[in-house]
């Protein structure tokens, strides 16, 4: 069953850091100038993983003669992303090692159960990596959105600031892989933390768990019908015992004897 179960998990993996390390954009912005020669309607700027776009520089009219000025995007989010990237990575690797492990190496893997427990205590490890990089690369695309948005890069330019050059937009970068690669993410984790369970039942504590209740109730006495106790009645020697007479022991050890047939006879003893 745990086999089944690892070919989504290498699937999601490599669609996850496909989407996320092979993503390449680029943005596209127009200065025109008061003086149109001095204009620049096409002005690209392209940024990739691992959105270091600080490291990012473009050239933008000033438009105050043929100078041009050197710009950079604002932000450095190559953390979140790589750290998303390079856990996809091993939970691929992982994922495709314990795949042949579970195939060609059956015996080995559940020898002293030892295989099954360093594969729980792995997968429980690879959920949480998955929810916290997953959550950071959310937190780290809404900023390269937000930094690479031609309406926010405008605001760099300082010939955008004066109101006799018109400054526009011409191309968003598309961002749809991007988006994709946060949905694998969280998918990956629901696929790990899912898989717990399943990897859990092959460590045996499962049915070891299920066995004590079984092995309790089987230690415990099958009844407390005992039998009668021969013993002789409080009244004095000689007094009428019955046959069929039953015994039984009140919360003090005292026995008390009933009679079932002819008239009845209390003794008591002073």
């Known amino acids: 069953m745990v086999v089944a179960v690892c070919h989504p998990k290498q699937l999601f993996a490599i669609f996850a850091f496909a989407t996320c390390g092979g993503y390449s954009g680029e943005l596209r912005l127009s200065v025109d100038c008061a003086n149109k020669s001095e204009s620049d309607l096409s002005i690209d700027i392209a940024f990739a993983y691992p959105f270091r776009l600080h490291q990012v520089n473009f050239e933008a009219p000033t438009c105050e003669g043929k100078r041009q000025e050197k710009l950079a995007l604002i932000g450095d989010f190559s953390s979140s992303a790589e750290f998303f990237v390079t856990i996809a990575v091993f939970a691929f690797l992982y994922s495709l090692a314990a795949t042949v492990v579970y195939i060609f190496f059956q015996n080995k893997y559940r020898e002293n159960n030892r295989g099954p427990l360093i594969d729980f205590i792995v997968t429980v490890v690879f959920s949480f990596l998955w929810l916290v990089s997953s959550s950071a690369w959310a937190k780290g695309l809404s900023d390269v959105k937000v930094a690479t948005d031609p309406d926010e890069v405008l605001l760099l330019i300082s010939a955008c600031k004066q109101q006799s050059n018109k400054c526009l937009p011409v191309r968003s970068p598309v961002m749809s892989s991007l988006n994709t690669s946060v949905v ?87």
């Open 184 to 270: 694998f993410g969280y998918l990956n984790f629901i696929l790990w933390a899912g898989n717990i369970w399943f990897v859990f039942k092959e460590t045996g504590w499962h049915s070891s768990g299920q066995r004590h209740p079984a092995d309790t109730m089987e230690k415990q006495p099958g009844g407390y019908n005992q039998g009668g106790y021969n013993q002789d009645s409080y009244g004095p020697a000689g007094s009428y015992n019955q046959p069929g007479s039953y015994g039984q022991v009140g919360e003090y050890g005292q026995s008390q004897s009933y009679g079932q047939s002819g008239p009845t006879s209390f003794a008591n003893q002073i």
